[in-house]
């Protein structure tokens, strides 16, 4: 059922629009108090903007997305475990940009957070798809092992590559734009509204990020909301007899928050470093130090993830084999890794 075609469609449009107003009001209502709450991000050495800045976005987008799942026709019980766990996951995020927490502790809590997913919403990863073209490889036991590390991953995955100005947030929107060009007949699945609402509140949230005056960023509260909501949104389309796309889709289309946590984790720990530790190798800083504006990075940013999604979007409706996208996807990584390692060194 096409979206303009859906009974629920009315509805839907009024939940947007109020998710919209909501993030907007709520940016407004947030920024003079920013600084008197202690949600300001403050300049350092490891941090190109040169100004205080609002720390509000994440908490404004939570705010639209609640009143707009409020009033969207979907049943909330379904999403009481998602919701539940987004609130603790946003909460942790207030605190850690309030004052930094333990990079541990943070990931204890975002382990808890998807064991509230499973054990109350009941979503989770039972299949990963026909990988190795002998079959769906079926989880089993290990499906809520699996699932509460792809839950964690794909939180860190947005928080590790929000450094550049607009770069969380555009990642983020190619890939729920993916899964809406994908899901356009399904506009009736839990999933597909929550995508449109997460794309409703990240619009107003980027128009602010991207001033060049009275700017705000999204803060932890707010890239740990889109990757935690990304990844429940994926798993959802993705599993079960009602899946909208197949797994290896979801690698595609959320590939270079992927691959670029994967990269600086691997590279830190060949390094003898922690895998937490922050520096300096995410994609976006290196186009920064190799001389580009930070408006630049961002465009070569989009680019990437665009082409990676691009292919996602494409083999899915071309049906092609699952195998032929996996074993391409594992070339791709090893190739983007190679070419970062040679840009790092040069730079």
Not at 321 to 342: D, H, N
């Amino acid at each position: 059922m096409y979206f303009w075609s859906s009974a629920q469609f009315p509805e839907i449009l009024i939940a947007l629009i109020v998710a919209f107003v909501v993030t907007i009001v709520s940016i407004k209502l947030l920024y003079p108090f920013a600084g008197q709450i202690g949600l300001i991000d403050h300049p350092t050495e490891r941090k190109y903007h040169a100004q205080k800045t609002p720390l509000i976005g994440g908490i404004a987008m939570f705010t639209g997305l609640a009143f707009g799942l409020v009033i969207m026709p979907i049943d909330l019980n379904i999403l009481k475990g998602y919701f539940l766990a987004l609130m603790l996951i946003v909460v942790l995020g207030m605190i850690d940009d309030y004052h930094p927490q333990s990079h541990w502790l943070r990931l204890f809590f975002q382990l808890i957070a998807g064991l509230i997913l499973i054990n109350v919403s009941g979503i989770q990863i039972y299949s990963l798809g026909n990988l190795f073209g002998t079959g769906d490889l079926i989880l089993g036991i290990s499906s809520i092992l699996i699932t509460i590390v792809a839950v964690a991953g794909a939180i860190n995955a947005i928080n590790f590559i929000d450094g550049v100005d607009g770069v969380a947030g555009s990642v983020s929107l190619v890939t729920i734009v993916s899964i809406i060009v994908l899901s356009y007949n399904s506009i009736d699945s839990i999933f597909v509204q929550l995508a449109l609402l997460i794309l409703i509140v990240l619009m107003p949230f980027m128009f602010f990020n991207l001033r060049k005056k009275n700017k705000i960023f999204m803060g932890d509260a707010g890239s740990m909301l889109l990757g935690f909501s990304i990844v429940i949104i994926l798993i959802g389309l993705s599993q079960g007899g009602e899946a909208v796309f197949k797994p290896i889709t979801v690698l595609w289309i959320f590939a270079l928050p992927i691959i670029d946590l994967l990269f600086v984790i691997f590279r830190r720990i060949l390094r003898g470093e922690s895998p937490f530790l922050p520096d300096r190798r995410h994609i976006h800083y290196l186009f920064l130090r190799h001389g580009m504006s930070d408006r630049q990075a961002l465009f070569y940013v989009i680019l990437i993830s665009s082409i990676f999604a691009v292919i996602g979007v494409f083999s899915e409706l071309m049906a092609i084999a699952e195998w032929k996208m996996f074993v391409l996807f594992i070339v791709s990584s090893i190739l983007y890794s190679v070419v970062l390692l040679r840009f790092d060194k040069k730079s």
